[in-house]
């Protein structure tokens, strides 16, 4: 079976954000897993039109983040306010409100394997419109063409190969028109000709329909191709909320070991180093 591609345009300009409204506000925001603080004070904004991504190593604290932006985690302080709406506060009624307006592109896809793609896509209009089927049919099969997968309505997940199956997640997390759009991880497990065609897609979405896009990523690589700002992420702190050139001119040593993929651990002294495994058995021993 042959990937669909998208044509890309290496050329791209990114457009002047400065006065742009703001559709996400983070503010002071601190979570916890249990009694561990994961999140420490996050501030930042995602404006209209933007694509934000957020980036930074293993265990930095971006999933949690995302599932905070999603309302799936409740913060211990501070304020998530997606479309104005603060996530804290707004009724289970008005969160169901708020969610018809986003899409979330999942990592895996997420996809149904009983289902076929199109029956996939028009989930989201299913559960949430009170639409007829032969208009939800008409809906996905437009986000179809859109991500290029026109043709391919009645194959199976199993059917499909990983960058198809990524495409048809973005289909389906676009179906109802969403003012702001979440990927997570979106080029994670493609090789590089697919994952640039992702990013195209990404781009596309912005600048065709207007939408505000979070990505989430360690793709060095993706994230200074797509972003208008990156949002650094180290150890549940934000490090820097800048452009490209911003983050890529940081003088950090944090961002500078992230972008040059150095570990930045210190060296340990051999005789610290045996006196910290003496302590930790007497303590185990107590």
């Known amino acids: 079976m042959s990937e669909p591609s998208l044509k890309s345009d290496a050329s791209y300009i990114r457009p002047d ?3 742009a409204e703001s559709v996400i506000e983070v503010s002071g925001l601190v979570t916890h897993y249990g009694t561990r603080e994961i999140l420490h004070g996050i501030d930042f904004e ?4 933007e694509i934000m991504v957020i980036m930074g190593g293993s265990g930095s604290g971006k999933s949690t983040l995302l599932r905070a932006l999603l309302g799936l985690l409740r913060p211990t302080s501070g304020a998530v306010r997606i479309l104005k709406e603060d996530l804290n506060t707004i009724s289970d009624v008005e969160r169901t ?6 899409g979330v592109a999942f990592q895996g896809g997420a996809l149904f394997s009983s289902l076929n793609v199109l029956e996939n896509i028009i989930l989201p209009l299913r559960e949430h419109t009170n639409l007829d089927l032969n208009t939800m049919h008409i809906m996905a099969r437009m986000k179809m063409q859109v991500v290029n997968l ?3 309505e009645e194959l ?9 199956i990524k495409r048809a997640a973005f289909a389906r997390a676009i179906v109802m028109d969403p003012k702001v759009l979440f990927c997570d991880e979106p080029s994670a497990g493609l090789d590089p000709v697919v994952a640039s065609a992702i990013d195209d897609l990404i781009l596309l979405l912005r600048d065709a329909m207007g939408m505000s896009i979070v990505v989430v990523t360690h793709e060095l690589e993706s994230a200074f191709r797509i972003a208008d700002r990156i949002c650094v992420l180290d150890n549940g702190h934000v490090l820097m909320v800048g452009t490209v ?4 001119s940081s003088d950090s040593e944090r961002i500078q070991n992230l972008l040059n993929r150095r570990t930045g651990e210190v060296e340990l002294d051999p005789e610290e ?4 495994l003496t302590e930790g058995q007497r303590l185990g021993s107590r």
């Open 245 to 248: 050139d911003e983050v890529k």
């Open 156 to 164: 199976m997940p199993a059917e499909l190969s990983g960058g198809m």
């Open 17 to 19: 954000l400065t006065d």
């Open 150 to 152: 026109s043709g391919f």
């Open 97 to 102: 409100k708020l969610r018809r307006k986003m």
């Open 273 to 276: 180093y045996l006196r910290r």
């Open 46 to 49: 995602v404006r209209q039109g």
